[in-house]
């Protein structure tokens, strides 16, 4: 049984994210602030045949993070998957963004991130040696006009996906970050009268929620699912399909197919990079 923890669940690319992998035969556990979407996701869920949890909470404060995973565990015994998926932000000129406003967008988007992936690695992934750890990021990378504090935060996510990349890939951990373009959720469109500045960042206009998550989902197979198209249970022929799509693109980590950027520098597990024989490597060991 593959487990998926995604926080931001009810909504958007959450939703999205959860109804695919549940497609591929993933058991889902789904957390959000606001129980009414949830309950809907995991009615829709269960009615198609998959297992799935419901967990309202508000991941920016720690204890609410531990209820998650708590909840998660004892009904599943381990995640296998997660998906930071959660964040918020709002419209505002950079001169404009008081302290208080910077401070609530890093909270969700960075603090939160990083209390649901050490809770979620230390308690299952780590212990199991395997599991996959996906953040959502934002393109361009560039940085998007009027979203100073969350282009920040998102840029945050990739760094922190690149860290873990290198230092989990030793406890069979893939760690990543998912960019995607401007993509038309609940989200965006609460946003009001469209920003003109979107869909020119985008290289195909703006984009549809549930695009992302089948290009996310070739990430949850392992080795032998990408390199050779093996069938591991119902998760592994389109898993195997997908991610073969996007090995093709990650020499140069930019964007796919106009939809997202992918930054990862291990998937799989290596060696401590630390004990290399590079010049790097000797440097920093002395």
């Not at 199991?128 to 282009?151: K, L, Y």
């Not at 373009?181 to 965006?188: A, C, N, R, Y």
Request: proline fraction near 6%.
């Amino acid at each position: 049984m593959t487990v998926a923890l995604i926080s931001g669940g009810g909504t958007g690319i959450g939703r999205a994210t959860a109804r695919e992998l549940a497609r591929g035969g993933a058991s889902v556990a789904i957390c959000g602030r606001r129980s009414e979407p949830l309950e809907a996701v995991r009615a829709e869920l269960e009615a198609a045949g998959t297992e799935c949890l419901a967990v309202p909470a508000d991941i920016r404060e720690p204890e609410q993070v531990d209820l998650v995973v708590n909840q998660t565990l004892d009904r599943f015994g381990r995640v296998d998957i997660l998906v930071n998926n959660a964040g918020g932000q709002f419209l505002a000129p950079a001169e404009e963004i008081s302290s208080n406003g910077w401070r609530a967008v890093h909270r969700l988007a960075v603090d939160a991130s990083w209390n649901m992936t050490r809770a979620v690695a230390t308690r299952s992934m780590i212990p199991n040696r395997g599991g996959v750890v996906i953040f959502i990021g934002f393109s361009p990378r560039r940085g998007i006009p009027e979203m100073a504090h969350a282009s920040a935060a998102r840029a945050a996510l990739e760094n922190l996906a690149g860290a873990l990349s290198n230092e989990w890939s030793r406890y069979g951990i893939r760690t990543l970050c998912v960019a995607p373009g401007t993509i038309l959720t609940e989200g965006l469109e609460g946003y009001g009268p469209e920003h003109p500045g979107w869909p020119a960042g985008h290289p195909r206009g703006r984009g549809r929620g549930d695009r992302l998550p089948r290009l996310t989902r070739g990430f949850v197979c392992d080795r032998d699912d990408r390199g050779r198209g093996r069938r591991r249970g119902r998760l592994g022929a389109r898993r195997a399909a997908a991610a073969g799509l996007l090995a093709a693109a990650f020499p140069a980590r930019e964007r796919l197919g106009g939809v997202a950027s992918f930054i990862g520098l291990r998937q799989h597990p290596v060696r401590d990079p630390l004990k290399r024989d590079t010049r790097l490597a000797r440097a920093l060991r002395e």
